[in-house]
């Protein structure tokens, strides 16, 4: 089927059910059915980006130049062919260095650009520790700032590794679920307790006990 995008409709395969769900926004609206023709001229696109980044690889690493390509894209330009090239480096690339040999083999203005930290991640895609594709690079449109004081909330600071995701920084799911946390520390806080001796609420999220009933 057919997806709108900034850059026109993509040719994409559905790979979830329909369902009935709660939303706070509209819905895309799909141009249509994808065509024979529309696939096979997608496919040949997916081999030629698949091409133009090998070349892209192979020329850095003739260069010996320290910097790894993530990713390439074709980009529209009423003056000829315009490749972008994402990559990420330790330290500072001579451009100089680099877009004139890959403007020769690859015959096109070449548009070097750095990625770092979450849009790397976003480039290259990956699989979390839920065992799920990376948020960022399937249904998150932008990738937001992760402050460290989510974290504490969810009581998951005192183990970095449990929330540092493939990127080096938060977890973007510590910020989307942040509401779950806080309408549960307040049901919580709503509870009643059966009459007896204290009777102390733990809070799985906080672990702050909550004494809601008191010795007689």
């Known amino acids: 089927m057919f997806y709108p995008t900034p850059d026109g409709p993509l040719v994409c ?3 979830w059910g329909p369902e009935d769900v709660d939303l706070d926004t509209t819905l895309p609206i799909c141009p249509g059915i994808a065509d024979e023709a529309a696939v096979a001229a997608a496919a040949r696109d997916r081999h030629t980006r698949a091409e133009i980044l090998d070349i892209a690889r192979r020329t850095v690493e003739d260069l010996g130049v320290d910097m790894e390509v993530l990713a390439i894209d074709l980009v529209e330009s009423d003056d000829g062919r315009l490749i972008a090239v994402y990559f990420r480096a330790p330290r500072r690339v001579e ?3 680099i877009v004139g040999p890959l403007a020769r083999r690859l015959h096109a203005r070449i548009d070097l650009r750095q990625l770092r930290g979450r849009d790397t991640a976003r480039a290259v895609g990956g699989v979390g520790v839920c065992g799920r594709p990376l948020c960022c690079s399937t ?3 932008e990738p937001l700032p992760v402050p460290n004081r989510l974290a504490s909330e969810q009581s998951m600071a005192s183990n970095p590794l449990a929330v540092t995701g ?5 977890m ?5 679920e942040s509401p779950y946390y806080v309408d549960f520390e307040a049901a919580l806080g709503e509870a009643s307790v059966p009459d007896g001796p204290g009777c102390p609420l733990v809070s799985a999220c906080s672990r702050r006990r909550h004494l809601e009933h008191h010795d007689a």
């Open 13 to 15: 395969r559905c790979v």
């Open 95 to 97: 451009f100089s260095t």
């Open 172 to 176: 973007c799911c510590l910020r989307y």
């Open 166 to 170: 493939a990127c080096g920084k938060l």
């Open 139 to 141: 249904f998150l449109p």
